[in-house]
């Protein structure tokens, strides 16, 4: 009985700590955002801005469970997913003000942020057509037997394009180790699901082909994080891919720091009753829950937020590269 | 040296690298069904198992991004397409993402995928199989645009291109692949930089894409019979486009003529023109005279196709002209016609 007591307490540890993790990433997320809200004005980040905010459970849900050598693919909305994969506060920043001391020294700015060191391999502001890169990705690693596994981010406007069709068709047929991961906001930029869906289920739709097929609507990020090793062990024992399908809110307007809930094709309430279960509020009750005290839950946050304001300034400080970057790392 | 056609030697180019470089692999629509791409991909499948040479779903699209995520993870894949035509479905692929995927990770991800095309014509091939596109391809920066002439080119430009770590395009003629040549049996690689004088000469220099170096050839044959001395500087890569002998060349003549297998407007033709204007200005005795395709789809049927198509005697016609010689007579003159030795349908 001692025994049993003692792994239990040891699980239970486990699970206090994986949230506070959790949290830490979420926190970041939104906190990087609200600071690019609150900076924006100056006009010194010149960079069309697709915010994460209402969407960081999926993204640090997912990116939680993956491995350092894992490959994460994304979107021209991935400043959450970004953070949680790399943790590259410094180098966001500075892509953001678009300075020398970023990896793209702005060549790439919000919609294009690139970290392959650390298994984030970039972006696509045309939608899908990031997907085919990752199911090739997909290919190469299993070709190289590496075991590294390749997670594509989308939204559900991609789900209209024919690249993610035809990447989902080859990933099937030829087994890949790829995660697809969309992300529903219910919007294609302005235009409802409704107005561009001649079907009524992807998901049914998807399970036709041979792939695992998940979905979720939650803005409970330990729910996500679950469900996505879940996925990761469908993968392997299947080897098929998988296909899983997340419901969030977009906060924000499509592009832009600002509220739209004027502009008459959503309404505030809706946004109001997603907001009961913001997914950092919730995942700070939980923390509560875990008779975490909130003195040591604040001094997290603290911690974060000097990080992000060390970062802001540094990159504000920083110089633009020299001119001669331009003709940097291209094809000659 | 021993001699073997262009297609041979694109499928010895292909070969050898499988062998060298077991990143390597080929891909594409009918790839290793029994036609092998005209024959270029003989033997890879049954040498190398379809692990590495595959056909796939007809998606040219997303399997050009399918090459450019194996390429940023240590691979180096080639795609085919039967036709450049086909190819235009991917122009998302590679205008939006394969071009600029190095410049956009700071340079730590290579994208070494090769890409061939084959140009079709002749035999009632029309206006969807017959197109060059490589000026369009050339126009984007990020991409490298090959078009290889002799059989000798056809596999140095090749390997070059395979362990190139940018991606390169690779436009071949169709009615190249039955050219023999003499070609090294060892691997070689020629440099992705700089043309290739064909044809010494001292009257005029005709700068000739794919294709038209051998109406060139037939053309500097006619004329050489009159005295004339004409230069045939093949250009080979036109991106990145390395001027040099062209430039040479045109000081040495003061004459030029662009003979291109594409569209003229907004073409490389425009901008072999705009180089030699630029570079020759003082040099040159007359303006630059381009030939091209006609500005018109191409027709099916066989008279409105050979209006459609530059051909030897435009360029002989245009050499006349531009050294004021009456018209030579072509009446009896034997020209290559595609149909004696192809009956189609493909």
């Known amino acids: 009985m001692a025994r049993l007591f003692q792994e239990r307490k040891v699980v239970e540890f486990d699970m206090t700590r994986l949230s506070l993790d959790l949290y830490r990433k979420l926190y970041l997320a939104r906190r990087a955002e609200e600071k690019i809200r609150e900076h924006y004005v100056e006009d010194e980040m010149k960079t069309p801005m697709h915010m994460s905010m209402g969407e960081e459970a999926i993204a640090v849900g997912i990116c939680h469970t993956l491995k350092a050598e894992d490959q994460v693919f994304a979107t021209y909305r991935s400043h959450a997913i970004y953070l949680a994969k790399t943790g590259k506060i410094d180098d966001f920043f500075a892509e953001m003000y678009g300075k020398d001391t970023a990896l793209l020294k702005g060549k790439g700015g919000s919609m294009h942020m690139c970290a392959p060191e650390a298994g984030f391999m970039g ?51 030829m087994k890949l180790p790829v995660l697809f991961v969309c992300e529903d906001n219910g919007f294609a930029v302005h235009t409802a699901t409704s107005k561009r869906q001649g079907y009524s289920s992807i998901t049914d739709i998807v399970s036709k082909f041979n792939c695992n097929v998940l979905k979720k609507n939650t803005t409970d990020t330990e729910v996500i994080y679950k469900l996505t090793r879940q ?29 739209d809930f004027d502009a008459g094709y959503r309404s505030r309430e809706e946004f109001e009753e997603w907001y009961k279960v913001d997914p950092v509020n919730l995942q700070r009750k939980k923390l509560l829950n875990h008779n975490i005290k909130e003195e040591e839950i604040i001094k997290v946050e603290r911690e974060i937020d000097n990080r992000i304001e060390n970062s802001l300034r540094s990159a504000k400080e920083a110089l633009f590269a020299d001119p001669v970057e331009l003709y940097r790392s291209v094809v000659v | ?173 169709r009615w190249l692949y039955w050219q023999t040549g003499e070609v090294p049996e060892e691997p070689f690689t020629i440099p992705l930089d700089g043309a290739n004088i064909l044809r010494e000469g001292n009257d005029i220099t005709v700068v000739a894409t794919s294709w038209m170096n051998v109406e060139a050839f ?53 901008e072999v023109a705009a180089r030699v204007s630029e570079k020759c200005f003082d040099k040159l005795k007359s303006p630059v005279y381009r030939i091209g395709f006609a500005p018109t789809p191409c027709p099916t049927v066989r008279h409105l196709e050979n209006e459609f198509y530059p051909n030897a005697v435009k360029i002989i016609r245009a050499i006349e002209e531009m050294l004021r010689l009456e018209p030579t007579d072509l009446s009896k003159e034997d020209f290559y016609s595609h149909e004696r030795r192809f009956k189609g349908p493909f």
Not at chain 1, 145 to 150: A, E, F, I, M, T
């Open chain 2, 218 to 270: 037939a053309a500097s044959d006619i004329l050489g019979r009159r005295g004339i001395s004409i230069e045939i500087v093949d250009p080979r890569t036109i991106a990145p486009f390395n001027d040099e002998l062209i430039i040479k060349s045109v000081a040495k003549t003061g004459r030029c003529i662009v003979a291109d297998n594409d569209w003229l407007n907004c073409g490389f033709s425009a």
């Open chain 1, 231 to 259: 996925a990761i062990k469908l993968i392997k024992t299947t080897q098929m891919p998988c296909f899983m399908h997340l419901g969030y809110y977009r906060y924000l307007e499509h592009v832009g720091v600002n509220e």
């Open chain 2, 1 to 173: 040296m021993r001699k073997i056609t262009y297609c041979e030697a694109l499928n010895e180019a292909m070969s050898q690298e499988m062998e060298r470089d077991p990143s390597v692999f080929v891909y594409g629509i009918g790839v290793p069904d029994h036609k092998r791409v005209f024959g270029s991909t003989a033997g890879l499948v049954e040498r190398f198992g379809m692990e590495r040479c595959f056909d796939t779903p007809l998606c040219e699209d997303s399997m050009t991004g399918f090459g450019l995520g194996a390429a940023i993870n240590g691979m180096r894949p080639i795609h085919i397409h039967i036709r450049v035509d086909f190819l235009l479905l991917a122009m998302n692929q590679l205008a939006n993402m394969v071009s600029a995927y190095k410049c956009m990770s700071a340079g730590e991800l290579n994208v070494p995928l090769v890409i061939r095309a084959i140009i079709g014509r002749g035999w009632g091939q029309g206006f969807q199989h017959s197109k060059s596109m490589y000026s369009a391809f050339a126009h984007i920066p990020g991409l490298k645009v090959v078009l290889p002439v002799t059989s000798r080119d056809a596999k140095g430009l090749l390997i070059s291109a395979i362990r190139d770590d940018n991606p390169v395009i690779c436009i071949e003629h």
């Open chain 1, 123 to 173: 972006t696509s502001a045309i939608v899908a057509s990031i997907i085919p890169v990752a199911v090739g990705a997909a290919f190469a690693n299993k070709r190289q037997g590496n075991g590294k596994l390749v997670v594509v981010f989308f939204g559900d406007g991609a789900l209209d394009e024919g690249d993610f069709w035809e990447s989902l068709n080859v990933a099937c047929l």
